[in-house]
């Protein structure tokens, strides 16, 4: 039976080779490697005794297409950078030929060696790739953008990134910047250049002083939020949630919950508190994914619906100046940063924003019928929840919602509060509120919505 060959794929660039890796690369008659690692590798020992077996590929695509049509018949090896499994090229080789062909030998991954370099822990650190890959005209999509980086910072006390020449240090910290996070003052940015390299170099510095340089490659950038940086969150503890970056004026704030006198608003409109719960509840938001709230007013249903859910992207929809107004200030107080408002009226200014998965609607503004039908278009699956306060509203609602093949539900919600008067409590009861489900999808009968796309 003919042995079949196996690719050795070996990090290299923090420390010498054990044994078994050694022994591999010597052993293999073709060793595979670019020009950047070529520069590193020329520092090994075993460097002197392959030099002759050496192939720099131009690309790593070309590279793989040499790998596959040659390892069957010739011992190869891979130089890869720190550990190949680690967001690198151990992935794409191992896809490409199947895990029975391949055989890795790390080295530290460079992430490793930057929280080391900056004496910080990786405990509960957020590990992301902002690497769009190795060729520019075919840069794949990362699970994360830059974008992102500033509501993961509501979630994650650490955050390490791998860069490349457009998802750099100084755009990382450009979009710090222009996002609410700026309210962290103790918030510090390391930037980690060219580790296991003579002139390596390490940089701390605030977002603010960050932008303002220029970094060699390859980096490495640690985000960290220092004690101090937000209520609720201790150096050490893991996870801040949504918690962790407080406004000063709301110390303590639960994570589900605020009050209405908590929440910024005009001539008391608002979504009452026990009515904004059963909204929320009715929504069944997910983790990830978009959520519309139409007629947002002061932005309370948004605001919860954010806090909870901080990679949820939640589009406030509102016509009124003022209450723009309210919605920006809560978003500050907060210090939210997965909401963005959109200023005008429904459904026109619906269009230009990304598809939702859910769907809530507070005030349509008499065109409740238009805005069913835009919704329809745009969700194949997820969940409408109107709140009504008229029977009129209730039947728009309901009719609309069936004649765009919605499964309907309707719950009516009627509080009572205590008030004392003479020394005693007595019930006084609010407007009762007609909340009504229209969902769509798999399960829509019995209620259950499944888990929406990816964004």
């Not at 503004?365 to 039908?373: F, H």
């Amino acid at each position: 039976m003919q042995t079949v060959n196996k690719v050795y794929v070996i990090g290299i660039g923090f420390r010498p080779l054990d044994g078994k890796a050694a022994a591999s690369l010597l052993g293999a008659e073709v060793v595979l490697t670019n020009r950047r690692l070529l520069e590193v590798f020329m520092g090994y020992a075993e460097y002197d005794r392959v030099r002759d077996r050496i192939i720099v590929h131009g690309s790593v695509y070309e590279m793989l297409d040499y790998i596959a049509n040659n390892y069957r018949e010739k011992k190869l090896a891979l130089l890869a950078a720190g550990d190949p499994m680690f967001f690198g090229i151990g992935r794409m080789v191992t896809e490409r030929l199947g895990r029975d062909a391949v055989e890795v030998y790390p080295d530290l991954s460079s992430v490793q060696v930057a929280f080391s370099r900056i004496g910080e822990t990786s405990n509960n650190a957020l590990l992301i790739s902002l690497h769009g890959g190795p060729d520019p005209s075919k840069r794949r999509a990362p699970e994360y953008e830059i974008d992102d980086v500033p509501r993961l910072l509501t979630k994650y006390n650490k955050i390490a990134a791998l860069t490349d020449k457009v998802n750099n240090p100084v755009e990382i910290a450009k979009a710090i910047l222009s996002s609410l996070i700026t309210c962290h003052s103790s918030l510090v940015m390391y930037v980690c250049e060219r580790l296991g390299y003579p002139d390596e170099k390490i940089i701390r510095g605030t977002p603010e002083e960050i932008a303002a340089m220029s970094f060699a490659e390859p980096n490495v950038v640690v985000i960290v939020k220092k004690a101090g940086s937000g209520e609720g969150w201790k150096a050490g503890s893991g996870e801040g949630g949504p918690n962790s970056s407080l406004h000063p004026s709301i110390p303590h704030a639960p994570i589900f919950g605020l009050r209405e006198d908590e929440i910024q608003h005009s001539r008391g409109l608002i979504t009452k508190d026990e009515v904004r719960a059963v909204a929320i509840h009715k929504l069944r938001l997910p983790e990830r994914g978009v959520l519309w709230d139409i007629g947002a007013g002061s932005g309370s249903l948004s605001i919860e619906a954010a806090r909870l859910c901080p990679e949820l992207r939640v589009f406030a929809v509102e016509k009124d100046e003022q209450q723009l107004s309210n919605i920006n200030e809560n978003q500050k107080r907060f210090n939210i940063t997965n909401i963005e408002t959109t200023a005008g009226e429904a459904p026109d200014v619906l269009k230009d924003i990304p598809s939702p998965d859910r769907v809530f609607i507070g005030g349509s503004g008499g065109r409740m019928d238009a805005v069913l039908a835009l919704i329809s278009g745009r969700m194949e699956t997820g969940a409408v929840v109107i709140n009504a306060t008229t029977i009129e509203t209730l039947n728009e609602a309901v009719q609309g919602l069936e004649k765009n093949g919605y499964a309907v539900e309707i719950s009516e919600v009627s509080v009572s509060r205590s008030k004392v008067i003479a020394g005693k409590r007595h019930m006084s009861a609010l407007n009762p509120v007609f909340i009504i489900t229209g969902a769509r999808g798999k399960g829509q009968g019995s209620g259950i919505l499944p888990l929406p796309r990816d964004p």
